[in-house]
């Protein structure tokens, strides 16, 4: 230290204090998009400007000199850079209201880029020049880096990236063959996205939904498992993922793990009006207390309320249709669910309180030897060497207690569909498929429960024997 000090009092002001570091950050930071441009340094007199910089001095003797604002020297110039440079600022980041835009080549339609556009005056800049072609962009909560799907050379695999606006570095997340669509920023830093593998609906935004674990150097791992393919993916600030199913109405909803996976809505409007299905979401509105969801062919608009979530049918020509543009604007982080999986475990756990409870029809029988039992479907879920999923060749049937309740270890991610049987009769059936996790609890009070009706105040006698094993090979 004594020596740097030494170097320094010998050239009296302090003008050798971090001499490279300026050149450095000042062509990487504070250069407009054209270097050496009027624009250039423009920007750099407005940022010296509003921050009210003074200048200092230091003598070989005596004590600093302070110098009025338009004074230069490398002490000041160092220090308002070095703290520019850790705020994570940048001239090159101009402020004021933008949106992320994906436009065509002019000289080839086939190909798309990002491009930022500023409101205030129209002012544009690309973002991803270096790609052959780049869509589906998502900005993160705290408005400071865009999510998007990309392909930097055709043909080449199709890649998940993320770019920091202030400085245009991109990092890749995820590099793979099939086609990849709908990024998604989930709770705690964790990334969602469609990855379709099956060579079905390539041209729409459909495929199986993967994540990537927040803080964690891991490959993109499957969350969803089920036959059909899965739609449009959007994170609501509870912290879930609401998507679609191909084939199916309504929406599902799903931990950013694939735990708890359930319906978010109701299969029809509070008016008995039933949308085409399926849905694909679009955006939340009004902070957060409608999601937008539209049909796959883009005819009709739904506007589903957070509260009670039935269907709103809009008007073809509502003013709530997206625009197609993503404002760079910050939100609020989405809630973290901590994860529940087990991953060293093959089974989940499913128990029921009560599985002839709910609306039935016909009655449940009583007489024991009529005593219903609950079968179970396992499905190998949509995939390469599947399209269309495949329900394995055997179900396997689970024993009701006395009490109407059962509890059975099942095998982790794989489909499961249930029936309530009785000699040979189907009396009640589930039409979704459900999954578990490794490691997973699941529960449910009976078969078509009353959606407002809280579960019994006692303890299932099912829980009292060992789970029922369902396996299958």
């Known amino acids: ?96 209201p933008s949106s992320i835009e994906v436009v065509h080549d002019q000289a080839d339609g086939a190909r798309t880029h990002l491009v930022r556009v500023w409101e205030d005056d129209g002012t544009t800049k690309t973002l991803t020049s270096e790609f052959h072609s780049a869509w589906d962009p998502e900005v993160s909560v705290d408005a400071r880096s865009v999510l998007f799907v990309g392909q930097r050379t055709a043909p080449g695999p199709e890649g ?22 709908t990024p998604r920023f989930a709770a705690g830093g964790a990334v969602v996205f469609l990855w379709n593998t099956t060579g079905k609906n390539t041209n729409r935004r459909a495929g199986v939904l993967h994540g990537l674990p927040p803080g964690k150097k891991a490959g993109p ?37 694939g735990t708890e996976v359930g319906s978010f809505n109701e299969p029809a409007g509070a008016d008995g009006t039933k949308p085409k299905v399926p849905l694909e979401p679009m955006n939340w509105i009004e902070e957060g207390s409608f999601l937008l969801a539209q049909t796959q062919t883009g005819d009709q608009l ?70 219903p039992r609950v079968r179970i479907h396992v499905f190998t879920p949509a995939s390469a060497t599947s399209p269309e999923g495949r329900e394995e060749p055997a179900a396997r049937d689970v024993p009701l207690a006395p009490d109407g309740s059962f509890f059975a270890w099942v095998p982790a991610d794989r489909g499961l569909r249930f029936e309530l049987v009785s000699r040979g009769r189907i009396l009640k059936t589930m039409n979704r498929t459900v999954w578990v996790r490794p490691g997973e609890k699941r529960g449910c009070i009976g078969c078509h429960e009353r959606h407002g009706v809280a579960p019994p105040n006692r303890v299932p006698l099912a829980l009292d024997a060992p789970p029922v094993k369902v396996v299958f090979p």
Not at 160 to 181: K, P
Not at 233 to 257: E, H, K, S, T, Y
């Open 302 to 371: 739904f506007r589903i309320p957070a509260r009670n979530r039935f269907y709103q049918l809009l008007a073809a020509n509502s003013k709530e249709r997206p625009s197609g543009k993503t404002p760079v604007v910050a939100r609020p982080e989405p809630f973290l669910q901590p994860t529940i999986i087990e991953p060293k475990r093959s089974v989940g756990e499913i128990f029921c309180f009560d599985a002839r409870s709910g609306i039935s029809m016909p009655p449940v029988p009583t007489e024991p030897r009529e005593w």
């Open 160 to 181: 998940l990236y993320e770019l920091e606006l202030a400085t245009g570095r991109i990092r890749t997340l995820v590099e793979r063959a099939g086609h990849l669509s």
């Open 221 to 257: 791992q499957r969350i969803t498992f089920q036959p059909n393919l899965d739609l449009s993916p959007i994170v609501a600030f509870d912290g879930r993922v609401i998507f679609g199913v191909d084939g199916q109405d309504g929406l599902l909803a799903v931990n950013w793990d």
């Open 1 to 96: 230290m004594g020596a740097v000090l030494g170097r320094l009092d010998k050239q009296g002001p302090l003008t050798y204090l971090f001499k490279s570091s300026i050149h450095v950050i000042l062509r990487e930071k504070l250069r407009g998009p054209n270097e050496g441009s009027r624009e250039g340094g423009t920007r750099v007199s407005r940022f010296f400007s509003c921050c009210g910089l003074f200048t200092m001095t230091l003598p070989r003797h005596g004590e600093p000199r302070v110098h009025p604002r338009g004074s230069t020297n490398s002490f000041a110039l160092a220090a308002a850079l070095i703290c520019l440079n850790l705020s994570g600022c940048s001239a090159g980041d101009r402020p004021g």
